[in-house]
């Protein structure tokens, strides 16, 4: 029972600092893609603060962290880290979606990667003994209930994704995260999927510590927005138990209350935050431009070596096609540019 509570105290810290990340996101007038938020910078204190110094001794060969090189697509997969500072930078290029975080992707080892989502999502998916998990609904092992009438069904690097409104709602509060009210209902459905899959699968004990767990009356007090339920009504239940960790519940009513605590700026601020934006936005890019400087002439050499090696992975293409063509068709002879003599 020990070791449950000490695996509950982690989790409580995770969903703490994904909390703490989502409100960093809602701060700027635009959200997660206003140009004061870092995700990567934000990721990379949470890992010096919470890591212990020996924490790539304690991963190595247990965790697996997908890459997607940015050179040729290929997906890397890294096990063996060599200091804290090394697994850090390993997760941090694992964060990094193009765009979203950024134009230039981090570099681990000299070499440059992005998220492994982006060439395989789903390592080791073809193993008996590999549980899957995916936030939206599809084909995974553990996934959310959807609508049971979707559009299409697709299979993106490993993963079967389908087609739905619902599904389309969680790729936006994927890249812009809701209120702590939201975040919470997310949090009840995924162990429930979890949980019903483990007992569907005969893997639950007898006595589960879930079960083991009661509302709580200042939780149960915690307005649900009813948006979310709309969209989610299959899998939201007023009437069904909360089997999440005290300690996690906790923490999400701490971020609620902190969240309806805070002082909600008038409608005219809220319009002369809109009229300055222009001005902040050019301000904050100005200071990423001064900070990236020293590095610059690294990113535009990097940049040149990308375009060249794409320019000359296409020419190789379009002789190989052209060799291919001559030989199945010998015969086939390209038109004179000469003007015809009569």
Known sequence: MQNVSRKFHFEAK???NLLEMSREARKGTLGAVHPSFTLLKVVRNFLNRDLPDDAHLLASGRLFV???RVSDGTNVLLSEFDSKEDLIQALICSCFYPLYCGVFPPSYRGIRYVDGALSDNMPFSHLRNTITISPFSGESDISPYGNPFYFHDIYYNNVSIHINFINAHRVVIAFFPPEPELLAEMCQNGYKDAFLF???????KTTSPLSEFTLNDEWENIPTSKKYISKNKLRVNGNSENILPESIRKV???AS???NEQIRCPKLVSCLMWCILPVEVAYIMLLRLVECTPEMWLYLLWMWQMTLRTIGQI???AFSISYLCLQKYPTLQLPSTSNPTH
């Open 252 to 254: 999400f009513y701490i």
């Open 315 to 317: 020419l190789k293409k």
């Open 257 to 259: 209350k902190r969240e």
């Open 198 to 204: 483990l007992k569907e699968n005969k893997l639950l």
């Open 66 to 68: 997908s890459l997607t």
């Open 14 to 16: 995770c969903c703490e």
